[in-house]
């Protein structure tokens, strides 16, 4: 209780002589010198001292009195009962005498508080003490305490004994005290090759090379199929292929030699035509005549050797892995195709426009034309046009010079009128079209029309007696570049075509419409004629529409009249180009109509 109580009266005087700072008599702070500072504390020191020796006086003045009251006042006191003080700072005499304070110890705890004040202030003055005089500072003979620290633990002033709050550990650290300096921070990574990390290795995946036993068994496996041949992929090695001496130098002499010959058979085509021979030799028609199956396709001829389907079962004569071989490891985009029924789509047609509507549109194209003239001849890259000079404004435009010779103007007048007349009928006959350009834009629609499919219309004619239809049938079909064939025949008469749909919608109002097939123009003007039979009754003669429909493509070439005596020459001609059923269809013909 002692020892408490003089711990807690030499902890307030330190409080209260630290707590302490030096005014000035105007009450604010004093600023401190070095040599100032070390001066107060060395006088904290000595009072520190003082209240040290008044506290220890006082704590044993107490002790020996506890001791006499507690001594019984009738029984003798020996001299082992006399107290004896264990404390270092003073002894008491048996006598009652003043206590003697232990001055050597006192001593000794002055030292060590003077000692620990002094490293406090040496670390405030470290730094501009070494840079002026150039000395290390005096090595001290005790480390520096914190008067917070107890034990190695921080805690706070005050005697409810509470440790310090977490959030601030980081500024009352120990270690920071007396240097100003940071220190490092460790780095997070190895800093050598002996304290990095080992890689850890990569599991390699196994590679199977058959089924185990519980696969194979098939009661195990009910989808395992034994008849099944197991073999492991085996890569072959590439090795160097060099190409022969020429071989590319052959390929290209045969694709020129094959152009040469296309080019030939087109030559001796479009010569046979101009001569009159395609008709005769009916080359034509031979042409278009089906050949039979290849022995090898088109699309497997790059991967056989030797040409022929035979040679499938010898690996050695197939081209899968050979450097010339068209299978590679490139991806093919094919080109985009157009879907079939998109040809056959409707043309948009622009939208119908009254002429009040057709009359506002050319005026303001014309506005607009006339403004680029005027912005142009502006900038002078064209020159301005002359004044335009009518009867109407002759007056007003030509004032003098048509009150001095007014006939002599308006005849001037007159000619620029005709001469404007003339350069406008001349741009006319400019835009317009000469007969070639008609026929070549005629067929370049009929190309487009033909291009969204192909029909066919067989239609039966009775009589072709008046050469009359005859005419019309064939130049018709010429002009609407319709391709097919006219069969004269005793029994009747059988028209083929094939074109466009507008082509072919056209021609059936021709021989459905507009022909009169019963007409006769056929007349008697001889003797002969009369004795050749009665003329042809035309009265029963009509046409009848067949068959329409759409083809992949043409089974005639160009078109053709042809004249036969009998039904086989007819259907020979058809059997040319694969059509004979056309024959049949007619001859079943029956019109319920």
Known sequence: MVADSRKRALDEAVDSLSSKKQKAPDGSPVSSSPSSHVNDILAKAKAIARAKAAVAAKAMAEKQAQSRATASPTTPRSASDTPTSTTPEASAPADGSKPVINTKELLAQIAERKARIAAATTGRSGASSQSGSGRPPPALSTPFRHPMLDDGELKARGGLNVGVHPALLNDTQPASFGSNKRQPMNPKFATTVANAKKPVPKKQLEILTGLSEDEMDPTKNPYFDPDLEIRPKERHRRTLEFNAKGKYIELANELRTQARLEDLKKRIQESS???????????????????????????????????????????????LDSLDSVINIYVQHPIPINAPWEKNAPVVKPPYLTKKELKRIRKTERAERHKDQQD????????????????????????????????????????????????????????????????????????????????????????????????????????????????????????????GSRAIKLYKKL????????HNTQKISSPNDAANGPPTKFSDNKCDLVWEGELKQHQFKRWNVRTTESEAEAREILERTQVPHYWNLAKNWKNDL
């Open 273 to 319: 035509k101009k001569a009159g021979l395609d008709e005769e030799l009916d080359l034509a028609d031979m042409a278009m005549k089906r050949e039979p199956p290849p022995d090898v396709e088109w699309w497997d001829q790059p991967l056989l050797t030797n040409r022929t389907y035979d040679s499938l079962e010898d690996e050695s004569q197939l081209k």
């Open 376 to 499: 142009r001849i502006r900038l002078g890259l064209d020159p301005a046009p002359p004044p335009k000079v009518k009867l109407s404004n002759l007056m007003s435009v030509l004032t003098n010079e048509a009150i001095k010779d007014p006939t002599l103007v308006e005849a001037r007048v007159r000619r620029e009128m005709e001469e404007r007349r003339q350069k406008h009928l001349q741009d006319n006959l400019d835009r317009k079209l000469t007969p070639e350009q008609k026929h070549e834009k005629l067929k370049e629609k009929l190309e487009q029309d033909e291009q969204r499919g192909i029909i066919c219309a067989v239609f039966r004619i009775g009589n072709l007696a008046n050469t009359q239809h005859s005419y019309k049938i064939n130049v018709n079909a010429r002009e609407l570049d319709l391709k097919g064939v006219t069969i004269v025949n005793p029994k009747f008469n059988l028209v083929v075509v094939e074109g």
């Open 511 to 518: 021989l459905l419409n507009r022909i009169d097939w019963a």
